[in-house]
């Protein structure tokens, strides 16, 4: 029996539903790095907690394991999602297409959507590799996993951030990332059928207003680093 692909529209709400989660995360992940300025006491006491979150109530690693499986659950989803939709919006486009394309920032972030999310993509495995893990060679030969009794996320991240190529690529990455929140605060209020014009804006705003606080914030840790600032 041939399993038929979902409708379109219950795609396009799995994709804001997902996409919102990721969001959420980037912002609350945004917050834990920024404990890095705190120097490595900070940043590597939040890093510990995260590991023991609500022991005894939760084992060892137990709230980090639930939120990676509804991380993973919603990454696997709003790809498939994206996936059909993309092919399926170039099938039912037919091979004559307009050559005019509109202009301004929302119209060509919603052209560089598709693109945009298979950079994202790429760089999160990168990122994963490279400061979860600690797989070589995308990692430094100076990573160190976390103990039963400490961590040492901190010096993880100097380390990676001291090459300037790891600086410049995840400085970069978080521009493409702040184009693809931003679209997708607008997204996620079409997709959810919002027709006011208040509050689509109200998503717009807030959307940008996470965009901007997302590039700002995550691309100054290698920017601080390159700079010395971090150590």
């Known amino acids: 029996m041939k399993l038929k692909a979902p409708p379109?529209?219950?795609?396009?709400?799995?994709?804001?539903?997902?996409?919102?989660?990721?969001?959420?995360?980037v912002l609350i992940?945004?917050?834990?790095?920024?404990?890095?300025?705190?120097?490595?006491?900070?940043?590597?006491?939040?890093?510990?907690?995260?590991?023991?979150?609500?022991?005894?109530?939760?084992?060892?690693?137990?709230?980090?394991?639930?939120?990676?499986?509804?991380?993973?659950?919603?990454?696997?989803?709003?790809v498939t999602s994206a996936v059909i939709l993309y092919f399926r919006g170039r099938k039912f486009r037919g091979k004559h297409r307009a050559k005019k394309y509109r202009n301004g920032l929302q119209a060509v972030s919603a052209r560089l959507m598709p693109l945009t999310g298979v950079l994202i993509l790429a760089f999160l495995i990168f990122h994963v590799l490279d400061l979860t893990v600690g797989a070589a060679p995308v990692a430094t030969e100076a990573f160190n996993g976390p103990t039963a009794t400490e961590s040492v996320a901190y010096s993880n991240l100097v380390a990676s951030f001291s090459r300037p190529p790891v600086a410049i690529f995840y400085s970069l990455m978080m521009v493409l990332l702040a184009l693809h929140?931003?679209?997708?605060?607008?997204?996620?209020?079409?997709?959810?059928?919002?027709?006011g014009k208040r509050l689509r804006m109200t998503f717009v705003v807030v959307g940008a207003v996470a965009a901007i606080a997302i590039l700002l914030g995550n691309a100054s840790l290698p920017i601080a680093v390159q700079m010395g600032w971090l150590s």
Request: hydrophobic fraction near 55%; charge should be neutral.
């Open 8 to 25: 379109s529209w219950a795609l396009k709400v799995t994709m804001a539903v997902t996409g919102a989660i990721w969001a959420i995360f």
């Open 29 to 78: 992940h945004l917050y834990g790095n920024l404990k890095a300025y705190g120097g490595a006491e900070s940043f590597d006491g939040y890093a510990f907690w995260l590991r023991h979150a609500f022991a005894p109530l939760f084992p060892e690693t137990g709230v980090l394991w639930i939120m990676r499986v509804v991380l993973i659950t919603s990454l696997i989803l709003h």
């Open 181 to 195: 929140v931003a679209h997708g605060a607008h997204n996620i209020a079409v997709d959810f059928g919002s027709m």
